[in-house]
């Protein structure tokens, strides 16, 4: 079984700062997804970046990037320049890939990160 | 124009209650999924269903029943409920073969 860690619970940082947050998986598949998604206050779940294990290409989303290290089975999220809406919940999550459809998500803990004006 | 639209968003109920949640998706999507959030917020899959057929069903207690009349609808119904079934519930909806899955705004369940 798949799982997926993310060690920091929160984090808090300035307004124009960087920052990044940490994830960590655990599998014995070579092809598969990684993907980062934000929760605000809203409660809505917002992709924010998707990576496939394939590509050695860090996946870059404007301010989001990625640092993607497969033979650790690393996956970090970095966010520059932050902005007070990128307050939330950050949720680090794995999927495999499935022949048969239906693609399962196994979400991290979840890092709560605060931006400061 | 909501993509994946839940019903309803909070839901107070007593235990022993039978409760159900709807959900509906707009995007021409095949494959449908209910999410469970809890306290702690953490996320874990419940079920899928693809093109009405279930397709994946987790360790979830026989008291949580999906029921998908066509593709575009995955309701979600629970019967006795208990205390620590108080959670978000999040509806989830993609297309079969593709990686993105687009999700509802949650069903907050509290349970008193």
């Known amino acids: 079984a798949q799982t997926v860690t993310q060690s920091q619970p929160e984090m808090s940082v300035q307004e124009a700062e960087t920052v990044t947050l940490s994830c960590t998986y655990d599998?014995?598949?070579?092809?598969?997804?990684l993907f980062w998604y934000k929760q605000p206050p809203s409660r809505q779940m917002i992709l924010v970046i998707r990576?496939?294990?394939?590509?050695?290409q860090n996946a870059t989303e404007n301010r989001f990037s990625v640092n993607f290290q497969k033979a650790a089975k690393s996956f970090s999220l970095k966010i520059s320049d932050s902005q007070l809406g990128d307050t939330a919940m950050y949720f680090c999550?794995?999927?495999?890939?499935?022949?048969?459809?239906?693609?399962?998500?196994?979400f991290g803990q979840g890092t709560r990160l605060t931006i400061n004006p | 124009d909501t993509a994946v639209s839940q019903t309803p968003k909070y839901l107070v109920t007593q235990m022993g209650n039978d409760k159900s949640i709807k959900c509906e998706q707009n995007?021409?999507?095949?494959?449908m999924y209910w999410y469970k959030q809890d306290s702690k917020k953490f996320l874990k899959i419940m079920f899928s269903?693809?093109?009405?057929?279930?397709?994946i069903n987790e360790t979830v207690p026989n008291r949580f029943s999906p029921k998908s009349p066509d593709k575009a609808h995955l309701n979600l119904h629970i019967n006795s409920l208990e205390l620590g079934d108080s959670a978000v519930y999040f509806c989830?909806?993609?297309?079969?073969?593709?990686?993105?899955?687009?999700f509802g705004q949650g069903t907050r369940l509290t349970v008193v």
């Open positions: 989830a909806s993609s297309l079969r073969d593709t990686t993105e899955a687009f």
């Open positions: 995007l021409g999507h095949d494959t």
């Open positions: 599998t014995s598949e070579s092809n598969y997804y």
């Open positions: 990576q496939e294990a394939y590509k050695q």
């Open positions: 999550a794995f999927m495999k890939h499935e022949t048969q459809g239906a693609q399962k998500l196994v």
């Open positions: 269903y693809n093109n009405k057929e279930l397709i």
